[in-house]
């Protein structure tokens, strides 16, 4: 069992990253279903226009962790691999 909300929400964003490195793309709407189905809708939130989205708590680890090799994309709301070092460990 997970000792804390942030283990959990640092396991959500490992799993975003592994989605990231295997597909390459990962696009908001679909990770923010899937997370709120895999882990639990604690990990999302309602934007108030009736879409679902990513805590902050969990972007923040992902960043952290991928600087440098994931990029946001505001206009496709989509995240995508961008280069940087060949792994990141968690």
């Known amino acids: 069992m997970l000792s804390s909300l942030k283990d959990e929400e640092v396991l959500v964003a490992k799993w975003m990253l592994d989605?990231?490195?295997t597909d390459g793309v990962l696009f908001q709407a679909d990770a923010a279903c899937?997370?709120?189905e895999k882990f639990g809708s604690h990990h999302c939130h309602d934007?108030?226009?009736g879409h679902l989205a990513i805590n902050n708590a969990v972007l923040?680890?992902?960043k952290r962790k991928t600087k440098g090799r994931v990029t946001w994309s505001p206009h496709t709301k989509s995240w995508r691999m961008s280069g940087g070092p060949a792994k990141v460990t968690f």
């Open 19 to 21: 989605q990231l490195e």
């Open 47 to 49: 934007t108030g226009t």
């Open 60 to 62: 923040y680890h992902l």
């Open 34 to 36: 899937r997370i709120q």
